[in-house]
């Protein structure tokens, strides 16, 4: 089958670094993503990793490890407007050549002053 | 803003009544999506749409009723609905083109708050 699974919830002081985990299990990998989503918004695309590897993108880097099925995105110099929760979504390629998005019940990070 | 626009935000309806959900997105995209979300639940894929055809229905049950008049518009019927259909109902899109576009993410419209009663 496939299995997303990523912390309920998380809890880190303001200017602190959280490192939120995701496994997966899947066939047909085909990349996977992080998204925020603040309560009562929309979701909003973070970072994408398809090769192993760490992807930075300011504050935000993302992890992989394909052989591992394993992805962490790390989020430094925490402030308060980052809590939310945290999605993680793998794409998985299916026969028709159209990759299906599936998610993790997302990490809810709490930012303390 | 995402470019994603959904209406109603908040909706209350009885397991009798019928209702839409609108979405509308002004980010040139070819697919469309519906996704349910509940609490502590990781977000349900409901339908897709590629090039206004529909080419996935996850199981869902025949009381949502999706439609799909352009690649710009989605609406998504209900009618006679389920106390657990009580959820948030999302509408992605995206630019489908195959294996080039296999990095482009699904960008969210804010959701349809639904309360079933």
């Known amino acids: 089958g496939q299995n997303i699974d990523q912390p309920t919830e998380m809890t880190a002081t303001e200017g602190a670094i959280v490192q939120i985990n995701c496994t997966y299990q899947?066939?047909?990998?085909?990349?996977l993503f992080w998204y925020q989503q603040h309560a009562g918004e929309a979701p909003t695309f973070l970072s994408y990793?398809?090769?192993?590897g760490l992807e930075e993108k300011g504050r935000f880097s993302s992890f992989l490890s394909r052989s591992k099925g394993y992805s962490y995105l790390l989020l430094k110099e925490l402030q308060m407007k980052d809590s939310a929760s945290y999605l993680c979504a793998v794409r998985h390629m299916t026969t028709d050549s159209w990759g299906k998005l599936q998610f993790g019940a997302g990490t809810q990070v709490v930012v303390t002053p | 803003e995402t470019g994603v626009t959904q209406t109603p935000r908040h909706l209350v309806m009885g397991m009798t009544n019928k209702k839409s959900l609108k979405c509308e997105q002004h980010l040139g995209h070819n697919a469309m999506y519906w996704y349910k979300q509940s609490a502590k639940k990781p977000l349900e894929l409901m339908f897709v749409?590629?090039?206004?055809?529909?080419?996935e229905n996850n199981s869902v049950p025949s009381r949502f009723s999706p439609e799909c008049p352009n690649s710009s518009h989605l609406f998504l019927h209900l009618h006679t609905l389920q106390p657990e259909d009580s959820a948030l109902y999302l509408c992605a899109s995206s630019q489908n083109s195959g294996q080039t576009s296999a990095h482009q993410p699904q960008h969210f419209g804010d959701g349809t708050r639904l309360s079933i009663l």
């Open positions: 749409y590629n090039f206004k055809e529909q080419t």
């Open positions: 990793n398809v090769l192993d």
């Open positions: 899947t066939s047909g990998f085909n990349g």
